[in-house]
C-alpha cells in the first residue's frame, strides 16, 4: 500500500477547514493557522445566510450543490442544524426598479424560486420597511440562516475523526521547495508537505510570496457590521437587502445585525470598522426602515477577499508544481463551503472535480490559477 500524501493547509478558516476534511479522507492533513482560533478573521464575522441567487454562475452551482450538507446536519456529523428558516428581500426605491428588474431575470434564469414584489408587497413581507420607500423588490423565500460555528465545527471534527492535525497559533515563517515537495515552517514546527494548500484568504498573495509563487492579484475588501436594538417580534421576518448592496438589515434574536455593504481595500490585517461606515449605513437604513436606529450596541469588520475577476481561485499553480491555491471565495465562503471543500480535494488529490459538481453547471477552467497568468 502506498503512503498517503501529506497535505499541509494554510489557513483553518472555512475554505481550508471543508477542504481539508474531505482531503483527510485519502491524505494526511495538517491545519495551519497563525491565530490563536482557527475563525478569528473573515469566517468568524460572517453574516452567514444561504442565498440560492447570490454571486457569479460558479458561486451559484456551488452554493447549490452545498444545500444538501445544511440541510442534512452535515451529512450526520453536526450536533444539530446548520441552517434555519429566514427568508431575503432585495427592496428598491424607484430609481433603482429597473435594475432590480433586470437582476431578477437573471436569478429566475438560474432556478432560485425568487418572486417579484410591488411596493405594498415589500411592506407586508417586511413590516419595518417605511410606508411608501419601495417601489418594488425581490422575495427569495428559501434563503436560510446559516449557523456559522457549527458548520466550521462540523468540518474540524470530521478532519480530527480521519486524524487530521490542527495548529494554531502557529504562523508560517517560510515554505521551501525540496527533492519531494515542501517544506514548511509553521512556529515551533518543520513538515514536509507533498502539496502546500493556500488557503490564507487576505494572505494569500503574502502565503504565496514565500513560497516564490507569483501572486494571483487579491483584493482584501473591508465590510463592516454591526448590532443594533430590535424586538421578538420581529425575530423571524425576512433579512432586508438594498438593491444596490449599499446596507442590510437581518434579525438576530431580538436585535439587527446591519451593514453599509461597504467594500473598502484593504491590506491584510484585523480588519476594523470605521465610525463613518456606521454612520453612513444607519442613515441608510433609517431612511429605509421604521427601525429608527439611534445607538449601536457591538460593531466589527471582516475582510472579504476577491480575485480580479470575483471568481475564487482553485487549483494548482501552473508554475509550481504541489503549490495549491484555494482563495478569493469573497463572501460566499460559507455557503459554498461544503461544496468547495469537496471541488477542492478532488482537484489537488485527482487533478478533476467531482463528477456530481460538473452536473450542477461547475466549469472548472473558470477556477485555475493559470487564467491570471495568461493575463499578465
Known amino acids: 500500500m502506498s503512503p498517503k500524501p501529506q497535505i499541509v493547509v494554510i489557513g483553518g478558516g472555512i475554505a481550508g477547514i471543508s477542504a481539508a476534511a474531505y482531503m483527510s479522507l485519502r491524505a494526511q492533513v495538517t491545519v495551519v493557522d497563525m491565530e490563536s482560533t482557527l475563525t478569528y478573521h473573515t469566517t468568524g464575522r460572517s453574516a452567514a445566510v444561504y442565498f440560492r441567487s447570490y454571486g457569479s454562475a460558479q458561486t451559484l452551482a456551488l452554493t447549490a450543490a452545498s444545500e444538501h450538507f445544511f440541510a442534512s446536519e452535515g451529512e450526520g456529523h453536526a450536533d444539530g442544524p446548520l441552517m434555519s428558516e429566514r427568508g431575503l428581500v432585495i427592496v428598491a426605491r424607484e430609481d433603482q426598479l429597473s435594475g432590480l428588474k433586470q437582476w431578477w431575470g437573471g436569478a429566475e434564469d438560474s432556478g432560485p424560486d425568487v418572486l417579484w414584489l410591488d411596493g405594498p408587497g415589500v411592506e407586508r413581507a417586511v413590516p419595518t420597511v417605511r410606508p411608501g420607500y419601495a417601489a418594488g423588490g425581490v422575495f427569495e423565500p428559501s434563503a436560510r440562516d446559516l449557523d456559522v460555528a457549527a458548520i466550521h465545527q462540523t468540518f474540524v471534527r470530521l478532519l480530527r475523526s480521519r486524524h487530521g492535525e490542527i495548529l494554531t497559533a502557529h504562523p508560517v515563517s517560510a515554505i521551501v521547495p525540496s527533492d519531494h515537495g515542501w517544506l514548511v515552517e509553521a512556529g515551533d514546527r518543520h513538515l514536509t508537505a507533498d502539496v502546500v494548500v493556500n488557503a490564507a484568504g487576505a494572505w494569500g498573495d503574502v502565503i504565496a510570496g514565500l513560497a516564490g509563487v507569483q501572486p494571483v492579484g487579491l483584493t482584501p475588501l473591508r465590510r463592516t457590521a454591526f448590532m443594533v436594538a430590535g424586538a421578538h417580534h420581529f425575530a423571524g421576518i425576512p433579512m432586508l437587502v438594498d438593491a444596490d448592496e449599499e446596507w442590510y438589515a437581518k434579525p438576530d434574536g431580538a436585535q439587527f445585525l ?101 452536473d450542477w453547471g461547475l466549469d472548472v477552467t473558470s477556477f485555475d490559477p493559470a487564467r491570471f497568468r495568461q493575463t499578465a
Open 258 to 358: 446591519c451593514s453599509p455593504g461597504d467594500e473598502t481595500p484593504s491590506p491584510p490585517c484585523d480588519a476594523r470598522p470605521e465610525e463613518t461606515d456606521i454612520a453612513l449605513a444607519i442613515e441608510r437604513i433609517n431612511r429605509a426602515t421604521t427601525l429608527n436606529i439611534r445607538s449601536v450596541r457591538s460593531q466589527w469588520a471582516g475582510l472579504r477577499t476577491f480575485a480580479p475577476d470575483r471568481v475564487p481561485v482553485t487549483g494548482f499553480d501552473p508554475d509550481h508544481e504541489g503549490f495549491f491555491w484555494l482563495v478569493g471565495q469573497g463572501g460566499s465562503g460559507i455557503q459554498t463551503a461544503p461544496a468547495a471543500g469537496r471541488f477542492a480535494a478532488a482537484m489537488a488529490l485527482d487533478r478533476q472535480p467531482p463528477p456530481d459538481l460538473i
